[in-house]
């Protein structure tokens, strides 16, 4: 068994991950502690085909990721908060225009040039919340190595599937970290391309969603002679600028409500200890991981705790949460910035639970024995 | 095919006020596509914000019309993932010189092979009339009510200075001149840049005493002189003009014959 | 494996690659089976200080981050050992380079082993860079929780196969090393 398993940094793990769901561009912009995740590619796109290259800003390596995914090729760009900020601008227009493109932001402290090498987790609500206008966005948030990998893939496959950028979001800690892990139950994994139009180019629209609410948008420099207008402009289902009241509540109903519509699909999440857990830890990241052993830990000593990790960060699984704390008497957040997602598990626990805060924001990632004293805390109540 | 083939008749009536000549720069592309036969299957328009982005929307083609500014930087995504696709990318003065100059320099250095062409109407039109970077001295703009005091931008010469290997300037008067520097521009293997002197009457006419669209168009005529005979020329003689024509076209390996090159090197060694 | 899990640090001043250290010693527990997390700690005080690589391993998964209190440390400076000393779980191993250290541990609770590593790199191997390689080495002499075999290839794979035979050297050296001060030091 041994030797198949190797030692992989989870930046690295990522980049295998998007050559594997069939990544063949990448542009981006230094940036620590994401900065692995563009040398990588820069050495393994060309051994199959693909392309990398080094912008000159981040808003550029946004654009021009793209830019290829408008031509049918899949792309991807990695950051960190501070480059993640002059990404959103086009970030928008993905979303806008549905163009399925994976954006890699590996936190750090900010806010600012903030701490490059400090693992933070203060980014949770600006992948969701940091754009103008009513912005949907699916956001995954692995917590190993091997999560990563796989997580990447999953992007593509969103992306392509729903016709949207996917953030894949990282903590500096996993993205630094190395596992050995084994890829191989991966050879087979499923691997999604978008739907291509299904009418004759004289009867395509180009953002007219099928009965699934997608949108099936035709490679540009295709030879069959489809020939549409993408831009940011709210649009009708010929993709032209259009302001009209009806199409304006189209296009944002259009554009959120696919993911609204599919939530279930998109959600992933997992439960360690939750079917009796009277006290419920919801934590995200490099977190997860010492929560996870905090409850193993409760559970030794007769405590009954147990971990809700939301895996995708939004759309928010928030029926999956409610369900999750529904005999809870009390919901732990331990997280690693001044109370992001707390906020979220206020709104879907019941009044009556009571939900404690758990911020660590000074660079050290918060141990299980942290988590631990906050539960035995509340037990003992 | 007849250059009305590739006008989008739905998409009309046009935007444009009375008197823009962004459509004449927009005739002048397609006489220039058509006579060189291209396949709009492997032809993206890219284009952005302002009048100038928005004209290529008029056309039949696959248009991307991104965020402003990023043109160029999509544009690259582009040309780097379809390397046979031809790019043109239509930009307005503020568009490509201001917000968008550090793509516009960097796609000159990497000699992108794309053509780019800049509106040059000395205002942000679309959006109001304030000052642009190429406003000329003393304009009067929204956002200049005493007159402009920065210095203006040449497009030509910071496209020379940063790598590009064709620069040319054509100008909404001398129509034969535009079609054929922008025809030489499409030609051209490499990053391939054309400024067109446009005029905007409705915002920089109108505060500037030249509300007349004609007036203005006489201006640009008064303004330019062909680059053979700006030779001839002194300095002062020269002040306020804008010399048309080919200032630049030699030869230079474009970013995507570079990296072939490295593809081919990577996979040999794999 | 009694415990849960085996922690180790590799510690000294920057430059002397302890967290490539760290990096090859995880990719040897790897080779050997066992799941492994090699992570560091960045910061202001990796400059000039004490810098620091770490490794876990265990049969079972492992959730840590981070290393906390190691069963094995590894100290190739005095400044790095003074650092992390008192980190160390009460029964663990602490290695020490006694070329860069002449401040012992006080503490009883621990194994102290000592050997001049850097010297030995310098003297035998005519590079003061091999005391890295010994000291992994060195490592496994003591505490054998690797194969030699699958330690020379996870040093190779690291470094990318540079100066091969110099380098299997000063790891199999480090090993003898490390058997000699078991014997001498127990």
């Not at chain 2, 952005?48 to 083609?61: E, K, N, Q, S, V």
């Not at chain 2, 640009?220 to 020269?238: N, R, Y």
């Amino acid at each position: 068994m041994a030797n198949t398993r190797k030692l992989i940094q989870g930046n690295k793990a990522c980049t295998m991950g998007a050559i594997k769901a069939g990544a063949r561009f990448c542009a981006s912009y230094p940036i620590t502690p994401a900065s692995e995740i563009g040398e990588y590619l820069s050495e393994d796109l060309p051994k199959v085909g693909g392309k990398f290259i080094q912008m000159e800003d981040e808003i550029a390596s946004m654009g021009a990721v793209i830019g290829a995914s408008v031509m049918g090729v899949k792309a991807i760009t990695a950051t960190s908060g501070a480059g993640f900020d002059l990404k959103q601008e086009n970030i928008a227009y993905a979303a806008m225009t549905e163009i399925p493109v994976v954006i890699v932001d590996v936190q750090r402290s900010g806010p600012s040039t903030g701490g490059a090498t400090v693992c933070a987790q203060g980014d949770l609500m600006q992948v969701k919340y940091g754009r103008s206008g009513d912005c949907p966005m699916i956001v995954l948030y692995p917590n190993s190595v091997k999560e990563i990998y796989k997580t990447t893939i999953r992007a593509f496959n969103l992306a392509e599937k729903y016709m949207s950028p996917v953030i894949l979001l990282m903590d500096e800690t996993i993205g630094h970290m190395r596992e050995n892990i084994d890829l191989s139950e991966y050879e087979n994994v499923e691997i999604i391309n978008r739907k291509l139009p299904d009418v004759p180019p004289e009867e395509y629209k180009p953002y007219e969603p099928d009965a699934e609410g997608i949108v099936h948008l035709m490679p540009f420099g295709n030879k069959e002679g489809y020939r549409y207008v993408i831009q940011g402009m709210h649009h009708g289902a010929d993709g032209m600028p259009n302001l009209s009241p009806a199409t304006l509540q189209c296009s944002l109903d259009r554009i959120n409500g696919k993911l609204d519509r599919h939530k279930e699909d998109i959600w992933e999440w997992e439960a360690v200890d939750l079917d009796d857990a009277d006290i419920v830890v919801v934590a995200v990241g490099c977190v997860s991981r010492s929560a996870t052993e905090a409850v193993h830990a409760m559970r030794k000593q007769g405590i009954k705790a147990g971990l809700f990790r939301p895996i995708t960060l939004w759309p928010f699984p928030d029926e999956p949460l409610m369900k999750a704390t529904e005999h809870a008497k009390a919901v732990i957040v331990p997280e690693m910035n001044m109370g992001q997602l707390v906020h979220k598990v206020k709104e879907y626990t019941r009044d009556c639970t009571q939900v404690i805060p758990l911020n660590v924001y000074d660079g050290t990632v918060i141990m299980p024995e942290q988590i631990e004293k906050v539960i035995k805390e509340v037990s003992e109540k | 095919m007849s250059v009305h083939d590739y006008i989008k008749e739905s998409a009309f009536p046009l935007f444009t006020c009375p008197g823009c000549t962004d459509g004449v720069v927009l005739n002048a592309f397609l006489r220039a596509y058509e006579k060189l036969g291209y396949d709009r299957s492997n032809t993206v328009l890219c284009c952005a914000i302002g009048c100038a982005g928005r004209t290529p929307t008029l056309l039949d083609f696959n248009v991307l019309r991104v965020t402003h500014g990023r043109a160029i930087a999509f544009a690259t995504g582009v040309k780097l993932a379809k390397p046979d696709t031809k790019v043109i990318v239509f930009m307005g003065d503020g568009d490509s010189l201001a917000i968008g100059g550090n793509h516009f320099i960097h796609a000159c250095r990497r000699n992108l092979d794309i053509t780019a062409i800049t509106f040059r109407n000395e205002i942000y039109g679309m959006t109001g009339g304030q000052y642009a970077p190429t406003t000329p001295a003393g304009g009067i703009a929204t956002t200049s009510p005493y007159g402009m005091i920065e210095p203006s931008f040449d497009g030509c010469k910071l496209a020379i200075g940063s790598g590009a290997t064709y620069v040319a300037r054509g100008d909404v008067y001398n129509v034969n001149n535009l079609e054929k520097v922008i025809k030489g521009a499409m030609e051209h293997k490499g990053f391939s840049f054309v400024e067109v002197l446009t005029t905007c009457p409705t915002q920089f006419g109108r505060r500037n005493k030249m509300a007349d669209p004609v007036k203005m168009i006489n201006r640009i005529k008064d303004m330019t002189v062909p680059i053979e005979k700006a030779k001839t020329m002194s300095e002062d003689e020269l002040a306020g003009k804008f010399p048309t024509g080919v200032f630049l076209d030699k030869e230079g390996i474009d970013l995507n014959t570079r990296y072939e090159e490295l593809l081919a090197r990577v996979q040999e060694q794999a | 494996m009694e415990q849960d899990r085996i922690e180790m640090r590799f510690c000294g001043f920057g430059g002397q690659g302890v967290v490539l250290g760290s990096v090859i010693y995880a990719t040897a527990l790897a080779k050997e089976g066992y799941n492994v997390v090699q992570s560091q700690v960045y910061g202001i005080e990796a400059r000039g200080g004490a810098s620091s690589g770490e490794a876990m391993y265990s049969d079972k998964p492992i959730h840590h981050l981070h290393v906390t209190q190691p069963d094995i440390l590894l100290a190739m400076s005095q400044k790095a050992l003074d650092k992390f000393i008192d980190t160390v779980k009460p029964g663990g191993i602490v290695l020490c380079d006694s070329f860069y250290i002449d401040q012992f541990p006080k503490r009883t609770d621990v194994k102290v082993y000592k050997a001049p590593l850097t010297e030995i790199a310098i003297t035998q191997l005519g590079k003061e860079l091999f005391a890295n390689a010994l000291a992994m080495g060195f490592i496994n002499g003591i505490v054998k929780n690797v194969s030699q075999e699958h330690l020379i290839e996870a040093l190779l794979e690291s470094i990318g196969n540079k100066a091969v035979e110099q380098n299997r050297k000063a790891v199999e050296l480090g090993y003898e090393t490390g058997l000699k001060v078991l014997k001498e030091q127990n």
